[in-house]
């Protein structure tokens, strides 16, 4: 028989068997459903669904407090998730997982410092559980311990800058900490710590605290009752802003000195003060006001000592004593002497000169009543050629007055800043 005959009574068969009887077979399906539906309402049977990474925890914790004890360690690492076998309705098969499932474990037969196994009990809304793996944990239990822990203040990064910040305030100095005494007592003092990087607006905020023992290693706040523990800190941050000191508007009587004097400068040591404060107590700031100083009558400069005060809403940051210093002086006069001859001074015997110049302009101010006195007679301009031998310099012109007076009270300057000078033998 060939393969293709083969083929062809298969195919025959299976048509026959699906098309013959069919009234049959549906009837036949049909009540095989029902037989199914009837095992799933009536029945429904019971499986056994193996439930993962199920969480655990104490039971009867605030009750071994009260009676003196608390469990070492960081709950974490002691209370690690479960596995859990339920069995359960086919029907809730689909449904069940770790939230339908309760365990924990009772510190309630705990009642001194020791190391306990103790049993880890599941119960499950949906089912019966029928076994927990692990099935018990190792605790150790120490003596519960209470200790006030300063806090310290430290800062991270910096503020940007032209910022501010003023010292931190703490809504406490110190921090209770509670948990198995041989934790407790390794703990030295607690750490604030103020980040400041780009920091532009002041805190009033709560900040988690960390604990250190005596080394200044940290110590994991899990070990103990109170697991974040933190201070509320008050801090002003603001902007910093540099002000001149006004003085001169300060200054009274400049139109009552004496005849021919008058006020020439006035100086501020320092001449800025740095200020901080809200912003709309910033805005519009363009000085600082100083106290009236009276120089009426003055024929000498005046320095006084002034206690500055910073502008309604802001603190000043700098020391408040400053020095103000107002120049007061005979008025100044000016005149120029054109065509002053160039003499020379202290040429050696047997030596001659020759200026590339033999004359200059002179320039000459000072007080008034010097100047009334001065006349082209008194002024003279030279070159110092002392100690020189023959040869080519360029020296700066001196200029002399008729009196030690003049020569020491008035300024001058000369129209050429060089000569050159030839010396010959």
Not at 276 to 302: H, P, R, Y
Not at 326 to 352: C, H, M, N, W, Y
């Amino acid at each position: 028989m060939k393969k293709n005959d083969i083929g062809a009574i298969i195919l025959n068969w299976l048509k026959g068997f699906f098309t013959k009887n069919l009234a049959l077979k549906i009837v036949s399906l049909l009540f095989a459903m029902l037989i199914w539906g009837y095992v799933m309402v009536e029945v429904n049977p019971k499986r056994v669904k193996t439930i993962t990474d199920v969480p655990i925890s104490f039971s009867g914790e605030s009750s071994l407090h009260d009676r003196g004890l608390a469990v070492r360690g960081d709950r974490d690492d002691i209370l690690r998730n479960v596995t859990v076998r339920v069995k359960v309705q086919l029907t809730d098969y689909t449904g069940l997982d770790a939230s339908d499932i309760s365990a924990s474990v009772s510190l309630r037969p705990v009642n001194k410092a020791d190391t306990y196994k103790l049993k880890i009990d599941a119960t499950s809304s949906l089912g019966t559980v029928e076994n927990v793996s692990p099935s018990e944990i190792t605790i150790e239990v120490d003596e519960l311990a209470t200790m006030l822990v300063p806090i310290d203040v430290e800062y991270s990064g910096e503020l940007p800058y032209g910022y501010w910040k003023s010292e931190p305030t703490l809504a406490s100095q110190s921090i209770k900490v509670s948990g198995p005494r041989d934790d407790v007592s390794t703990i030295s003092k607690a750490i604030c710590t103020i980040d400041l990087e780009d920091r532009t607006t002041s805190y009033n905020e709560a900040i988690l605290l960390k604990y250190v023992d005596k080394n200044g290693d940290e110590i994991d706040t899990a070990l103990f009752l109170d697991t974040l523990p933190s201070v509320v800190v008050k801090m002003d941050v603001m902007r910093i802003v540099e002000l001149p000191i006004n003085a001169a508007d300060a200054v009274l009587g400049a139109d009552a000195l004496p005849a021919n004097y008058e006020v020439y400068d006035v100086v501020a040591t320092p001449p800025t003060v740095r200020v901080v404060g809200s912003e709309s107590a910033l805005s519009g700031l363009t000085g600082i006001k100083i106290e009236n100083i009276d120089v009426s009558g003055s024929t000498s400069s005046v320095q006084q000592n002034v206690v500055i005060t910073a502008p309604e809403g802001t603190t000043l940051l700098d020391d408040p004593n400053i020095t103000v210093y107002v120049g007061i002086r005979e008025k100044q006069d000016s005149a120029q002497f054109k065509g002053v001859p160039i003499e020379t001074k202290g040429l050696g015997k047997k030596l001659t000169a020759e200026l590339s110049a033999a004359e200059c302009d002179v320039s000459i101010t000072g007080r008034t009543s010097l100047m009334k006195l001065l006349r082209r007679k008194d002024v003279s301009v030279y070159v110092d050629l002392t100690g020189l031998t023959a040869g080519t310099y360029k020296i700066t012109p001196m200029v002399s007055l008729a009196s030690k007076e003049m020569q020491t009270d008035l300024r001058w300057t000369v129209s050429l800043p060089e000569v050159t000078v030839t010396i010959k033998e």
